[in-house]
């Protein structure tokens, strides 16, 4: 083997272990960009505002300490969604949880976060009949299966493309939609129950 | 497909679900429908706007609820202040390796001299040993004293009661015969 080819064989060895730079070597600049929203998915999603803060931390904390692995096949975004989603099922499936779940007072009630919709510049009768909605639809949302509510908030709130949320969740595509018309399914059930009614 | 009857409930969802910029020959059909249909393009308007509501709501909501905390935790705060470009971490790299080759440096040959100069002085007993026997003479003299005097003496000191059984008793007892 010639030196030439050698060294060539020597560098290419040797590339892997030079320090891959990663976005989330600036981490400052990653939370001050996407706090808000892992914030607001964690919320919605335990509707623990305290449990929300502590699991953002935790995501934040973790896309640091394995930012070594981070190889930008996906967005930044997408990533620390994978992980704020991971710490929500493992929160959510101990038992404990699902104790505190049912006595505790810190989950917020549809009708309290459907009091901060707000209202410019609207008559009073629209504003009682846009917070119902809201509030139906978070009553909606809590008749959905685990996987269901992460996929239509993901879609809803968050705003993912379809193909974002296959990647986040780990869901084929195909069952990702099915999961969105079962929930679009619920959703309009409970919608047109609100209409009959109001009538 | 002729769309002759309402959208149904799966059409309505691909609708919901489809990017404005989304194209292809069905939702353009949809689309279509929606225009000619006055109470499809109701019901997904009424069920858009419930959708948007649902988000300003919670957009709102988390807003509020972010605002009023504080929320930077002891643990991730040192990864925060800590946190340097890759680039300038493998740049000082071998600044630090060039310190810690100079230390070494300096550092060996103190320890050398210290070594040799303890053979130097002929004290082959470890520090410890000797620490021991300076500390020890009056002790150690107080108890030969002891065991000079023990052995000089030809009655162990334990015994030197018995030695004579009358001593003591001498006085008391009446040794001049008897006159009967």
New interface residues.
Partial sequence: MSTKALATNLLSDAAPI?????PF????SV?SAH??RI??FL??SLRD?DL???L???T??RA??SRSTFRGDCSVVTWLTRIALNLVRDHTRTHRFQFWRRVSAQA?DPA???A???HPDSPAESRVI?TE??A???KAVDTLSPRQRTIFLL???E?M??SEISSVTGIPLSTV?SH??RA??N??AR?AEL?RTAL | MRLRTHLTHKQLSELLLAEPEETSPRLAELRQHLRACPVCAAEIATLQQSLSRFRSATIAWAGHASASRSWLSPGLAPALSSVEPAASRSRFRPILWAAAAVLLATAIPFALHGHRSGYKSGAPQPAAEVHIQQSSPVTDEALLEEIDQTLSSSIPTPMQPLADPTAGHSSQIDSTPRKN
Avoid: G, M, N
């Avoid at chain 1, 030079?18 to 990663?22: K, L, P, R």
């Avoid at chain 1, 070597?25 to 400052?28: G, R, V």
């Fill in positions: 030079a320090a891959v730079i990663t070597d600036d981490l400052a939370v706090r808000p914030f607001r919320l919605a505002a929300a803060e502590t953002t931390q935790e934040f904390l640091w300490t917020v309290e976060i459907a901060f919709l707000p846009a909605q809201v139906l639809l978070w879609r809803f709130i705003e493309e379809l939609k969105l018309y679009l399914t959703i309009r919608h209409t």
